[in-house]
């Protein structure tokens, strides 16, 4: 149990579009929900953390405008890189956090964005 | 979450047990501690985590000090596919932030 996915598992994109990153858990209903980028040879820095039905709260550095989180269900989050550019390449993982209270976290497998 | 602080890297015989330490001074009475690692290119897999007593499932077991001011992972008999990434992180119920975490390096 407690299967958090992620899709696409790795997307190409041009400069200047824009990406759009699901986040699902599977078997579990998922209150908060945390966004994750990791740069190469780096650790994970937290983006974002969203709960259901509010407003994403944005880690300081992070633009709000440039990575749009949406957490409309409980089983769902969504990341979009808005107008890509090649420095947002990354590996973009989330984690699901099952109920308020929880001290568990479940990460999903990460998504590999390349901008080019 | 606490500040933690591992060795950047260690090596470890295959088949010999790898003893993984973590330093974390400042954590508080209500956080616990938590064992994540990482293989290349994948999402963060959970190995363990405890309050005060040690802690043993079928990956690892977890050693806290009774200070609760380090604490040390023990793969029991390391192969190679537990070459990795190892995050120490004392949480709780906030985000969860990762270190720089220790990569192991597991040598036939």
């Known amino acids: 149990g407690a299967v958090v996915s992620q899709h696409p598992s790795w997307v190409i994109c041009k400069s200047g579009t824009s990406v759009k990153i699901e986040c699902r858990s599977l078997?579990?209903?998922?209150?908060?929900m945390f966004w994750y980028r990791q740069f190469p040879k780096q650790s994970l820095m937290l983006m974002a953390t969203s709960n259901e039905g509010s407003k994403a709260t944005y880690e300081q550095g992070v633009e709000k405008d440039k990575f749009l989180i949406n957490h409309a269900s409980l089983t769902l989050s969504t990341l979009t890189v808005t107008s890509a550019h090649p420095e947002d390449s990354s590996f973009y993982i989330c984690?699901?956090?099952?109920?308020?209270?929880?001290?568990?976290?479940?990460f999903g497998p990460g998504t590999r964005l390349t901008v080019t | 979450d606490a500040k933690t602080t591992q060795p950047p890297s260690m090596d470890c015989a295959e088949g010999r047990a790898a003893n993984l330490p973590c330093n974390h001074s400042t954590i508080s009475g209500n956080e616990y501690v938590y064992w994540y690692r990482q293989i290349h290119s994948q999402g963060p897999q959970y190995i363990i985590h405890?309050?005060?007593n040690n802690e043993t499932n079928e990956m690892a077991s977890l050693i806290i000090t009774e200070d609760r001011k380090s604490s040390t992972l023990i793969l029991p008999h390391a192969t190679l596919r537990d070459t990795a990434v190892y995050y120490c992180?004392?949480?709780?119920?906030?985000?969860?932030?990762f270190g720089a975490g220790t990569r192991l390096t597991v040598k036939p």
């Open positions: 405890g309050l005060k």
């Open positions: 078997d579990f209903q998922a209150t908060t």
């Open positions: 984690s699901a956090r099952a109920a308020e209270g929880s001290y568990e976290q479940y």
């Open positions: 992180i004392g949480h709780n119920n906030n985000d969860m932030r």
